[in-house]
């Protein structure tokens, strides 16, 4: 499992990316992804996987997608131009406004897609993991829907930061168990989700909210996120007159950015910046930032970046945003790192929050703070790249935030 | 030397003797890291095999006691490294085959072309390791054969037939039958479609077949005997040394 990887192999890997080879036949991006679980998931993945090739293509599947998509989430969600910011930051800027999907961000669009075809799987139950809980409610919004029962593995340290999102998830009828081990945040609630699943591989579906975890999630939480990068494109050519010179995400697992990124991939003038969280600073445990420091390994299903130590243990992480604060990555953008298509960047914790209360008072939009990260790299580029076009990908809206929020840029203002 | 055969002779001794071979799991430096090669003995007085656990932050497979346990160790700095070099130290070690139980990711940290030799010097006969299905487990079992030692399979109750003989076709040491879809350490009664299973796995293994996940009592051990060549006693073991009991003497209560 060497990366040491030369220019020309580097070239060939990403022109096969472009021309959609990858997840390879062995679920891998390259070197990275797979397939690392107990042997009890192995089942289940394989259903899971001859369920996506029999289901994702098929017309009366995607019907029902579209429609959905259409008429309950609200796509497609704007392209908005951003006067105030382009002015200021003197560069043309425009956002991806998945904050107006249902449930306030971009997770839903995977949600629907995961929940529909866990009904044609037969699952009799979904169980689902969240961080910031955007995921959770799009999780709990989507099974409502469908009328499937879903339990949500939250973290007690992220339940007590998004606590409204909890409420909201419980209000549709999702059964919410707080999980008290390891860090207590997004991580342990995918090993606790994990655990569940292997109780009951057969009766349950496991909606996975990110782009990370064994094969074939990477690829089908992409194929769902896809929608977002396919429609900028579009409204960009339609309202911007071109293709953008830079695209911005967040990243944390990486699902709203591989969502944007990929129909950009083959757009080689087009540069694009993957943002991870900084934390307070580049010390070990200080940050999220996985890509831009972490090291090749396995961590819950696939070969990917990670934050580990020496002994391969997984670091503790920090960010103030619960959506970004993870110590993997998804294997797809381990991948378009190693091959050098897109780069990695951090941004701090109050360099975030600066950039989430510009964002505010300039457009009148309150993002995520995992969102506010893709502002605040958007606005150096920006001044580095004088008139430049940005598209910044919008993932969230910020509402789950204020608790956080009230303790740091409203903090003795309320 | 250690390699993967002693696996076997140990099971096949406990065989002869009429009895299921008894595979006893240890978290490495549980409950204290002074104590691991003297409780590693005590558990050797009363083991066939002994399975020790290399503990790892994020044990996706295992239940609450193991993940306990896991966490405790590492709170008290044990680490892949520190457990080779204490059992290449240790003056006295259990005449039971030794096995390492990890995640794969420290043992990728180790490294694969260093880990096996020092394995095998450590007198280690062999590995399990639970995130490592078969498709992804080549280079590590070819690494492991080039110095003999055995790369452990598990199969569980809802492996297809098919993959099931592909499975236990090639396994070395022995095949790691688990009882029940789930974490390690649950309370279970033993069905007779597990036992039904077992029948299968015995059927389609060369290598002898144990069986592990639940198992807690004597009545479970005499119900399963006839199926199997072994069982796999882990979370019940570590709660034993949780409570500061014996493990040798709960370990006896398991010899039929």
Known sequence: ?414 | MNTSKDIGAAIAAATAAKRPAIVAFMTAGFPKRADFIATLNRIGSAADVIEIGVPFTDPMADGMTIQRASEAALHEGVTLTWILSELTAAPVKPAAPLLLMSYLNPLLRFGFERLPAAARAAGVSGFIVPDLPREEAAEFDAALKAEGLALVQMVTPVTPRDRLEALCRPAGGFVYAVTMTGTTGKVVDVPDEVLTYLDAVRAASGAPVCAGFGIRNRAQVERLAPHVDGVIVGSALVEVLERGEDPAAFLRGLHL
């Open chain 1, 1 to 414: 499992m060497s990366l040491t990887i030369d220019a020309a192999s580097a070239a060939d890997l990403l022109a096969r990316e472009i021309r959609g080879e990858f997840p390879d036949e062995r679920g891998r991006f390259g070197p990275f992804g797979g397939r690392y679980v107990p042997e009890t998931l192995i089942p289940a993945l394989d259903r899971l996987e001859q369920g996506i090739h029999r289901w994702l293509k098929d017309p009366e599947y995607q019907a029902d997608l579209a429609r959905e998509l259409n008429t309950w989430v609200g796509r497609p969600t704007p392209l908005s131009y951003a006067p105030t910011l382009s002015a200021r930051w003197g560069a043309e800027i425009w956002m991806k406004r998945e904050d107006l999907a249902h449930t306030g961000a971009h997770k839903i669009n995977s949600a629907i897609g995961q929940a529909l075809l866990a009904k044609r799987l037969g699952a009799k139950r979904v169980v689902a993991e969240t961080g910031a809980g955007q995921h959770g409610v799009a999780s709990a919004a989507a099974c409502a829907r469908l009328g499937l029962p879903v339990t949500v593995y939250m973290g007690a340290v992220d339940i007590e930061r998004q606590a409204p999102n909890v409420g909201r998830m419980k209000l549709m009828g999702a059964t919410v168990k707080p999980v008290t081990s390891g860090d207590q945040t997004l991580r342990a609630a995918v090993d606790e989700a994990l655990r569940d699943w292997v109780s009951d591989p057969s009766g349950t579906y496991y909606l996975l909210g990110s782009a990370i975890g064994p094969h074939p999630y990477p690829y089908l939480v992409r194929e769902l996120q896809a929608i977002i990068g396919r429609e900028s494109r579009v409204q960009m050519m339609a309202q911007a007159g071109g293709l953008p010179h830079a695209v911005f995400a967040c990243v944390g697992g990486g699902s709203n950015a591989i969502g944007l990124f990929h129909p950009f991939i083959g757009d080689r003038d087009v540069a694009i910046r993957g943002v991870e969280a900084g934390g307070r600073g580049p010390g070990l445990g200080d940050n999220s930032a996985t890509l831009v420091s972490g090291t090749p390994g396995v961590l819950q299903g696939a070969y990917s970046l990670l934050l580990q130590d020496a002994h391969g243990q997984i670091q503790e992480t920090h960010s103030v945003s619960a959506g970004l604060d993870y110590p993997g990555v998804g294997p797809e953008h381990a991948f378009l790192k190693t091959v050098g298509r897109v780069d990695y960047e951090s941004i701090g914790d109050d360099e975030a929050l600066a950039a989430l209360e510009e964002l505010a008072c300039a457009e009148g939009i309150l993002s995520a703070i995992e969102t506010a990260h893709a502002f605040a790299a958007a606005k150096s580029y920006a001044k580095a790249h004088p008139r430049s076009r940005i598209l910044i990908g919008l993932s969230g809206r910020g509402d789950k935030d204020m608790p956080t929020l009230a303790r740091t840029l409203l903090k003795g203002k309320l």
